[in-house]
């Protein structure tokens, strides 16, 4: 609500430059005119968006009221906000992410079971969180996960995946869990299921420690997870299986990051670029 009283005393403040006092006295002309000038203003597609919502209710308000008799901004189409790429790391930045320390204690080693898992399925940190033992298959390579929607989906993972996975098993978590139990895979010191917030805390941690000075999520690992497949030769369907997306326009996505990627390289090399 505060952001719509900041959009329309913008709003109000561009028709006193425009000698228009009265709300009854603007038209259609006029609200074309404002969004012509927020994007002379580099104001963004997102933020004029909202704008045009804000002056909807407005008017829609006064309309109501019997003080305008017509909402002139009801026929402006809304700006187009897009999709925002999401940030995906590199192979290089992976890699010394995933990289293992000589020595590693129980709870460091869970925390590179985890990475090194999210890195090889894709999964949202929710999944991967509240993913059990028995949804993890070491002997076939694959984790059992209920989706969204209450979807079932088999997503395999690598062999070094698997690797670290069996000893956490054997040396970390039996220490953390001090003999009691649990049904997820992935457990905190205290014994119980490691939450969303404190992996959030943690895989920060990880990236600083790494080198890594961008902030890095575990959307983050998800999404290099789907560009990387995608950029190694991955077929749109089969990634789209794998991150469990009702939708195939949602996986595309990654297919514009790499895109993205390869202009960059074009005009940082091609002596015209």
């Not at 109000?12 to 012509?36: D, G, N």
């Not at 002379?40 to 004029?48: F, K």
Request: glycine residues 8%.
């Amino acid at each position: 609500m505060e952001a719509y009283g900041s959009d329309l005393r913008f709003f109000i403040q561009f028709l006193h430059s425009r000698h228009v006092s009265s709300a009854s006295k603007v038209q259609r002309e006029h609200i074309r005119a404002f969004f012509q000038h927020c994007h002379a203003g580099r104001i963004s597609s997102r933020s004029n968006a909202r704008r045009l919502a804000a002056l909807r209710a407005f008017f829609g308000f006064l309309l109501g009221l019997g003080l305008v008799a017509a909402d002139p901004a009801a026929d402006i189409d809304a700006p187009k906000t897009g999709h925002s790429l999401p940030k995906v790391l590199t192979i290089h930045e992976v890699e010394r992410l995933l990289a293992l320390p000589e020595k590693m204690t129980p709870v460091s080693l869970r925390n590179y079971a985890m990475l090194h898992l999210l890195y090889a399925t894709g999964l949202r940190v929710s999944e991967l969180v509240g993913l059990t033992v028995q949804g993890c298959n070491l002997s076939s390579g694959h984790v059992r996960i209920i989706g969204k929607g209450n979807k079932e989906r088999m997503v395999p993972f690598n062999d070094q995946a698997g690797t670290i996975l069996r000893d956490y098993l054997a040396r970390s978590r039996p220490v953390l869990l001090k003999k009691r139990s649990a049904p997820q895979l992935f457990v905190t010191n205290r014994g119980r299921g490691m939450t969303r917030t404190r992996f959030w805390q943690i895989i920060r941690s990880m990236a600083r420690e790494a080198g890594i000075e961008r902030r890095v999520s575990p959307h983050t690992l998800r999404h290099s997870f789907a560009t990387h497949l995608l950029a190694g030769g991955a077929d749109l369907r089969s990634v789209q299986m794998m991150l469990g997306h009702a939708d195939i326009s949602t996986t595309q996505i990654y297919t514009h990051v790499d895109v993205d990627r390869l202009k960059s390289i074009h005009q940082r090399f091609h002596p015209r670029g």
